[in-house]
């Protein structure tokens, strides 16, 4: 006898994104939730709604750092003969909250302009660690606001070269970066800060995309 027609023999399956509102359907269970993986990263709504959150909490964090820069600008003002060296001295006030911090955003940085990219690739050979920011290295010379140096040990961004492009935010699908405001930088008054860089999972998609070449990603071993 004849085939039995070509009903479908797999179960009709819909996906609905409860961000934007976007059906998908597919017969084919596998293939339906690998549309749902592949518009999860892509979803702007949700992209959105990420970015939102993200920026509240950088946000709160600014507002963290500046009042412990206040507490620390109030703090003894004996050596006056002693002007704060850049690279190093800055070790400036309390630790944000999220971990350890030891470099302050603000400063007497003030006089240099936007650094062209891109970032060198051999950095961690002619750079040293000027301090650490919520536990994430930060490598000098550093002069905030101005000059801010690069940021990260595997997922690493040059802060001076960064113009707030955002494509790199955009990008990652794990989220590793957040906004953290920058005031007073020439290249843009706000960077990204690779606050989850232990789930990159080395895609390279924010290093492809950085207009100015900012970023430079070290696979761990
Ligand atoms: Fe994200 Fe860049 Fe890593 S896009 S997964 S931080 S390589
Ligand atoms: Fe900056 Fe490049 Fe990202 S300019 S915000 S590092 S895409």
């Known amino acids: 006898m004849a085939a039995q027609s070509s009903v479908s023999q797999y179960t009709a399956n819909e996906y609905i994104c409860e961000d934007c509102g976007a059906l998908y359907v597919h017969d084919n269970p596998t293939t339906l939730e690998s549309m749902k993986d592949v518009h999860n990263q892509l979803c702007a709504v949700k992209r959105q709604k ?3 959150a993200e920026s ?8 963290a ?10 703090a003894p003002a004996a050596s006056s003969s002693s002007p704060p060296s850049p690279a190093s001295s800055s070790p400036a006030a309390s630790p944000a909250p999220g971990g350890n911090t ?6 007497t ?16 050979e002619k750079r040293q660690q000027a301090g650490m920011y919520e536990g994430h290295k930060i ?6 606001p101005g000059q801010l140096g690069i940021w990260g040990s595997e997922v690493c961004v040059d802060f001076d070269i960064c113009i707030a492009d955002g494509a790199c935010i955009e990008a990652c699908p794990v989220n590793v970066y957040e906004w953290l405001e920058t005031p007073g930088h020439p290249g843009s008054d ?10 990159c999972i080395f895609c390279l998609a924010c290093e492809n995309v950085c207009p100015p070449q900012a970023i430079k990603i070290f696979q761990r071993k």
């Open 50 to 52: 990420t970015i939102a």
């Open 56 to 63: 509240a909490k950088a946000a709160s964090r600014l507002a």
């Open 65 to 74: 750092a500046k009042s412990a820069a206040a507490a620390s600008a109030m």
């Open 102 to 107: 030891t470099i302050s955003l603000t400063g």
């Open 109 to 124: 940085g003030t006089s240099y302009s936007k650094a062209e990219g891109p970032i060198d690739a051999k950095f961690k």
């Open 139 to 144: 490598w000098g010379p550093i002069d905030p």
């Open 190 to 199: 706000k960077k990204p800060f690779m606050a989850r860089e232990k789930d």
